[in-house]
């Protein structure tokens, strides 16, 4: 990989549709919601193509208008049902654990952080046996709508030692690349989650269809 520093990349990864395969799920669950509000089913393909952050900028390209205040937080409860209750069965991406074992053997730090509620995060990480591969891990604490810049920027102050040059984001969507950006940090989008390759290439950053291209391109990019 050309990459002779000791320390490499600090990965802070992605939980939804990153290291956790859940984009089946979330059709499923979107679909049950949307059932109960009397919109129509989506595809995965179509979901790829629409899906956005912050999510009632979804909501607004699937209904034609932006949904109210009170339909946004009816339609976020709904989907939330439905997906806490699929969620149990999902499984890590095919190869994830077996990597974040081997960063970790390595010598490399990762972290994870997601827009998933914290409370609901760390039980279904700990379940997936993958905790202590991390250094921290942090969900959502706070409003549901908004992306992950601000929570990134957290996230980065409580590991001041890691330097924003050698941080690279590994997630599924746009919002990712965002957030490393202003943090100074790098990304790189991984095509097995919410959005279409085309619409991922438009972030301007590195994009890979597995998790092991995802690391070999980060160890790359502070290289």
Known sequence: MGNHRTHGAHVVWDWNGTLLDDIHTVIEATNASFAEIGLGAITLERYRELYCVPVPRFYERLMGRMPTDEEWAAMDAVFHKHYWRLAEACLLTAGAAELLAARQTAGRTQSLLSLAPHDQLIPIVRRHGIEEHFVRVDGRVGASHAGKTEH????????????????????????????????GAKAVLYTGGSHSRASLQTAGVPVVDSLAEAVEVAEELVG
């Open 152 to 183: 990134m920027v957290r996230h980065l102050a409580a590991m001041e030692n890691v330097p924003p040059e050698r941080i690279v984001v590994v997630g599924d969507a746009a919002d990712d690349a965002l957030a490393a950006t202003h943090v």
